[in-house]
């Protein structure tokens, strides 16, 4: 005869609590199971944001800028010594190319700067000494610019030359040595070249 509950009493046999617990805890495990899935989905689609973000930033970065500060450089003729004589007759402004393509690229290594090489003694007539500025422009074909200054007080940049081939244009010169002649504009007179001894590499004995 089957067992009746008392009144007010609900009785559960142990196969259907079984089941019910079975089927709460496949419940449980499926609603854990889809809420870290979705955690994982959104972490993801913030990640990739995320990075999208810092891909856009370091595209805009590497863009190019064209600064004055930069391009300007070394330009004040009559105030810097080792400012070459050379004239801009063109307007700079701050701005970026868009298309990110640079310019003016040194394919064969860039320039040294300009620094006092040696002296120039005028051949004839009233003594003069000259300070021969020059900077390396080509090392594999040995091509210098060269410039000077007059010896007075206002210390004007003068344009050298050699066989009528300037030494301060955009292909330079031959390097000068020991003996060679050029000739100085403003002075429209042949100077002599006297070179000064390179700084050699000195030895350090702890190495």
Request: with cysteine; aromatic share 10%; glycine share 6%.
């Amino acid at each position: 005869m089957p067992k009746k509950c008392p009144p007010g009493v609900i009785c559960i046999e142990n196969v259907t609590l079984f089941i019910l617990v079975i089927l709460g805890t496949v419940i449980l495990y499926f609603f854990y199971s889809c809420t870290d899935f979705m955690k994982r989905a959104s972490d993801v689609s913030s990640h990739s944001l995320s990075q999208s973000h810092t891909f856009n930033d370091i595209k805009l970065e590497a863009q190019p800028r064209i600064t004055l500060p930069a391009l300007l450089n070394r330009t004040d003729v009559y105030g810097d010594p080792y400012a070459p004589p050379l004239k801009t007759n063109v307007f700079l402004s701050n701005s970026g190319d868009v298309r990110g393509v640079p310019v003016n690229v040194h394919t064969q290594g860039r320039p040294s700067n300009y620094t006092q090489v040696g002296l120039l003694t005028r051949n004839a007539g009233k003594d003069t000494i000259l300070p021969l500025f020059g900077r390396e422009l080509l090392s594999n074909r040995d091509k210098w610019q060269y410039y000077t200054m007059n010896d007075k007080n206002n210390a004007i940049k003068l344009p050298i030359s050699i066989n009528g081939k300037s030494c301060t244009g955009e292909y330079g010169c031959d390097s000068l040595y020991n003996g060679d002649n050029v000739y100085v504009e403003g002075y429209n007179d042949i100077f002599n070249v006297t070179v000064y001894e390179n700084n050699a590499i000195q030895y350090i004995p702890v190495l």
